[in-house]
C-alpha cells in the first residue's frame, strides 16, 4: 500500500521535474541557476606562467610545477590538448580576481576571435555570400565571450547560429551541415554544461541539440550519417562532463550559489549596452535635473552673453569659443539652439541666488523660473519635432503624414530629459531609426545621402549627454554603443548613405558620452569633497567644543576646590573652636576634612588629563566681570570702538556666572575685531527676570573688509555657546538688518551658586 503510494507519487513528480528542467534549459536566467564549480586548489599555489592550468594541477597533486609543466612538454598529446584545458579552466572560474581575471578575458576574447575567424571563411568556402559569412561567423564567436559567465547561455546563442547555417544558400553542396572548425568549441560548451549543471538542464540540453542536428540532416542535400557523428560527439561531451560533475560531488564539492551582480564577470560595453537598453533604472539618480549646483552667471552679463560667461567662468577667450559655437550651429537648428539656450538660462542661477542646500537632506525649493523652464522645453522638443517632420516630409520625399508622425518620434522625447533621462533616450533612439528606416523606404535620391533629420541629431546630441551625466560609466559606454549601432550604422544598407558618412556621428556620440561621463565624475568629485568638507567642518566644531569644555572644567576647578578648601579648613578648625564637641560630632568633623581632601586631590588629576599635552598649569587667577573694564580699554586702545553699559552689579552672581559673561564679552570682542575692523561695538549687561542678559552687537565694517563680524569662522560661537549650556542657559547669535553681527547670551543667575 505504501509502495502504491509512493509509486504513484514518483510518477506524478516526474512530468513535474520534466517541465521544471526544460524550463530552466531554455528560458531561466542562467545567473538563477546553480552552477557546480571544480574547488579551488589548495594553498599555496604556484605562480601561473600562462593560464594557470599547470600551476593548480601541481597545487593538487602536490608535486612541484616545474615537473606538470615538463611532462606538458614532453607528452604530446598534452601539448594538443592544453588550448582545451585553457580555456576549460578559464571558464571554471566566473570569480576570479587581478591577474587571473585578466587571464581569463585574453582567454575568452582569443577563444572568440579563433572561432569566427575560422567558421566565416569556411562558410565563404562552401558558397555563401561574403557578408553573410562574416555576420554568421561573428554571431558563432561572440558566445565563447560569455563562457566564463554562462555556458548555458553561450550554448543558447550558439545554437540559433548554427541553425542560421543550416539553411543558408551555398553554391557548392556539403553534406554536412555544420563548419567542422564550429564543431570543438561547440563541445567544449556542451563539456561546460555537462559538468556545472544538474542531470535535468544537461538532459533537456542534449535533447535540444540532438533535435538541431537532426533537424539539419533532413534538409536537401544533407546526409544522415554525419549527422549521427555530430549527434555521438554531443552527447559523449555532455555525459563526459556530467560524469566529472558527478564526481565533483561525491567529493563533497556543493553547488555554487549565484553570485551577486557585482561578482559577476563583466563584459563593459556588453554590459553597458544591456544596461543602456533595458536593464538600468530610467529615472535620474538623484531626482529630477536642476542646476542650481553648477555654473552662475555673472550679475553684470546681458541675456546672449550670460550663459556663455557662465560656461567659460571668467575666461575671455572661452566666451569668445562658446559663442563661435553658438551662431554656427544657429542656422537649421534655430529653434533647437536657441530654446536649449533660453531653458539654460532659466535654470542656471545667478551669483545672487542662495546656494543649494548639502548633505543628503531636501534641495533647494523648485523655483518659479524652473517650472517655465520645463514648459520652455516641452516647447524645443515640439519645435524640434515639427523641424524633423518638415526635412522629412520636404527633403526627404516621404509620403504624408508619416513624416510628422516621425518627427514627432524623433523630438518629442527631449521633454522627458530632466525626469527619465535614460527613457527619453530609448524613445528617441529608436524615432531616430524609424526615421531613417522611412527615409530608405519612402525616401527619394539623392536626399538618401543625408537620412538623419538636423534637429534629431541634436536632440540625440542632447539626450546622449544628460544620460551620461546622470548615468556615467558603463551606461554611458552602452548608449554612445548603441546610437551608433541603431541610429547610424544602418544608414549605409537602408539608405546607402556612405560609410565614412555614417563614422563621423557615431565618433561624435562617442566623443559627447565621454564629455558627460567626464563631467559627471567631476561633479561626483566635487560632492565628494563638500561632503568631505562638511565632515571636517563637523568634526572641527566637535573638536573645538570638547577644548573649550575642557577649558570650562579647569576654570571651574578654582572655584570647586576654593569652597573644597574652605570646607576642609572648617571642618579641622571646629574641634578647636568649640573644644566641648562631643566625640562623634568631632569624628564626623574629622571625616568631612579627610573627604575634602580627597576630593581635591581627585580633581587635580582630572584637571591633569583634561590639560593639552606640553600645556603648562595656569598660575593666573581666572577673570571675572569685575576685570571687564581693562578688556574694554585694550579693546579701545587696539583701535575698537566700544561702548559698555553695565549694570550686572545690581544682581549678586556666582563666580562661574561672571567667568562666563567675561569670556563670552572677550570672544565677541576678538572676533569684531577680526570680522569687522573699525565698527561701531556695544556691549550690554544687566540682570532681567532672574538671569543676567549678555548683548555684544556690532555694526558693518567701517572701510569694506571684514565681512560678517562676531563669529565669522573659526569656532568662537562654539565655545561661547558650551560656556551658556554650562549654565543652563542660551545663547542666540546671528547678523542684523543693518550689516552687522550680534550675540546675546541669558545666564541664569542661580547657575554655580549655592541652591
Not at 556588453?270 to 549646483?293: E, F, K, N, Q
Not at 524613445?427 to 545621402?449: D, Q
Not at 570647586?560 to 568631632?586: F, R, T
Not at 587696539?638 to 561702548?643: L, T
Request: aromatic letters at 6%.
Amino acid at each position: 500500500m505504501d509502495e502504491g503510494a509512493g509509486g504513484h507519487e514518483h510518477g506524478a513528480r516526474a512530468p513535474s521535474r520534466f517541465w521544471r528542467a526544460f524550463h530552466d534549459a531554455l528560458w531561466r536566467p542562467p545567473s538563477e541557476l546553480e552552477r557546480i564549480l571544480p574547488s579551488p586548489a589548495p594553498e599555496p599555489v604556484p605562480p601561473p606562467r600562462v593560464g594557470g592550468v599547470c600551476a593548480e594541477r601541481a597545487a593538487r597533486k602536490g608535486v612541484p610545477a616545474r615537473r606538470v609543466r615538463r611532462n606538458f612538454a614532453l607528452t604530446v598529446v598534452p601539448v594538443l590538448l592544453y588550448p582545451v584545458l585553457w580555456l576549460v579552466h578559464a571558464a571554471g572560474r566566473p570569480r576570479a580576481r587581478g591577474r587571473a581575471a585578466a587571464n581569463r578575458q585574453l582567454i575568452l576574447v582569443a577563444a572568440a576571435l579563433f572561432t569566427a575567424w575560422a567558421v566565416g571563411p569556411e562558410l565563404y568556402d562552401y558558397g555563401i555570400p561574403r557578408w553573410a559569412a562574416l555576420v554568421v561567423g561573428a554571431a558563432t564567436g561572440a558566445p565563447m565571450l560569455l563562457l566564463a559567465r554562462s555556458p548555458l547561455l553561450t550554448w543558447r546563442l550558439m545554437v540559433p547560429a548554427q541553425a542560421v547555417v543550416f539553411v543558408l544558400p551555398r553554391d557548392i553542396a556539403v553534406e554536412t551541415g555544420v563548419p567542422d572548425y564550429l564543431l570543438p568549441p561547440f563541445l567544449i560548451v556542451l563539456y561546460l554544461v555537462g559538468a556545472q549543471y544538474h542531470r535535468g538542464v544537461v538532459s533537456v540540453v542534449g535533447v535540444a541539440t540532438t533535435a538541431v542536428f537532426l533537424t539539419q540532416a533532413g534538409l536537401p542535400g544533407r546526409d544522415l550519417s554525419d549527422a549521427l557523428v555530430y549527434i555521438f560527439a554531443a552527447v559523449a561531451a555532455l555525459v563526459v562532463g556530467d560524469n566529472v560533475r558527478v564526481r565533483r560531488e561525491e567529493h563533497g564539492v556543493r553547488a555554487a550559489p549565484a553570485p551577486p551582480p557585482s561578482d559577476r564577470p563583466a563584459i563593459p560595453l556588453l554590459d553597458g549596452l544591456v544596461d543602456a537598453v533595458w536593464r538600468a533604472p530610467v529615472r535620474r539618480p538623484g531626482g529630477p535635473m536642476r542646476l542650481l549646483g553648477g555654473p552662475r552667471r555673472p550679475r553684470d552679463t546681458r541675456l546672449i552673453a550670460g550663459v556663455c560667461a557662465a560656461f567659460a567662468r571668467r575666461s575671455r577667450w572661452g566666451r569668445i569659443a562658446l559663442r563661435v559655437v553658438a551662431v554656427v550651429l544657429l542656422p537649421g537648428t534655430a529653434v533647437v539652439v536657441v530654446g536649449v539656450y533660453a531653458v539654460l538660462w532659466l535654470l542656471m542661477p545667478s551669483e545672487d541666488d542662495p546656494p543649494p542646500a548639502s548633505g543628503t537632506g531636501p534641495g533647494p525649493k523648485v523655483l518659479v523660473r524652473e517650472r517655465i523652464a520645463w514648459g520652455v522645453l516641452c516647447a524645443v522638443s515640439v519645435g524640434a519635432s515639427a523641424a524633423a517632420g518638415a526635412q522629412l516630409a520636404f527633403l526627404q520625399q516621404i509620403p504624408q503624414p508619416l513624416p510628422w508622425a516621425l518627427g514627432a518620434a524623433v523630438g518629442l522625447p527631449l521633454a522627458l530629459v530632466p525626469a527619465v533621462p535614460l527613457l527619453a533616450w530609448r524613445l528617441g533612439l529608436a524615432g531616430l531609426a524609424l526615421a531613417v528606416v522611412g527615409g530608405g523606404v519612402y525616401g527619394e535620391p539623392p536626399t538618401n545621402l543625408w537620412p538623419w533629420p538636423a534637429a534629431g541629431l541634436v536632440v540625440m546630441a542632447l539626450l546622449v549627454y544628460a544620460v551620461a551625466v546622470a548615468h556615467g560609466g558603463r551606461t554611458a559606454a552602452g548608449v554612445a554603443a548603441a546610437t551608433a549601432l541603431v541610429g547610424f550604422l544602418p544608414a549605409t544598407v537602408l539608405t546607402g548613405t556612405p560609410v565614412l558618412q555614417t563614422l563621423w556621428p557615431c565618433a561624435l556620440a562617442a566623443g559627447i558620452a565621454a564629455l558627460g561621463a567626464n563631467v559627471r565624475g567631476r561633479l561626483s568629485a566635487q560632492r565628494e569633497l563638500a561632503r568631505e568638507a562638511e565632515l571636517r567642518r563637523r568634526e572641527h566644531a566637535r573638536q573645538a567644543a570638547l577644548e573649550e569644555r575642557s577649558r570650562i572644567a579647569r576654570e571651574l576647578h578654582d572655584v570647586v576646590s576654593h569652597h573644597m578648601s574652605m570646607i576642609a579648613i572648617q571642618a579641622e578648625a571646629a574641634p578647636y573652636k568649640y573644644p566641648g564637641l562631643p566625640d562623634g560630632a568631632a569624628e564626623t568633623f574629622t571625616t568631612i576634612r579627610d573627604a575634602s581632601r580627597e576630593a581635591l586631590t581627585e580633581m587635580r588629576r582630572v584637571v591633569r588629563l583634561l590639560r593639552e599635552q606640553g600645556e603648562d598649569a595656569e598660575r593666573a587667577p581666572q577673570p571675572g566681570l569685575d576685570r571687564l573694564g581693562e578688556l574694554v580699554e585694550g579693546a579701545r586702545t587696539a583701535g575698537m570702538r566700544v561702548e559698555v553699559d553695565d549694570r550686572s552689579g545690581e544682581a549678586d552672581l556666582s563666580e562661574a556666572v561672571g567667568r562666563s559673561a567675561y569670556r563670552i564679552v572677550q570672544e565677541a570682542l576678538s572676533n569684531a575685531a577680526q570680522h569687522a575692523p573699525g565698527a561701531r561695538v556695544e556691549v550690554a549687561l544687566a540682570p532681567v527676570d532672574g538671569a543676567l542678559e549678555v548683548s555684544v552687537a556690532n555694526g558693518p565694517a567701517a572701510q569694506g573688509g571684514g565681512g560678517g563680524g562676531l563669529g565669522s569662522g573659526g569656532h568662537g560661537l562654539v565655545g561661547m555657546r558650551e560656556r551658556a549650556a554650562v549654565l543652563g542657559g542660551t545663547l542666540r547669535a546671528g547678523p542684523t538688518p543693518d550689516g552687522g553681527f550680534s550675540v546675546e547670551a541669558r545666564l541664569p543667575l542661580g547657575a554655580g551658586g549655592p541652591q
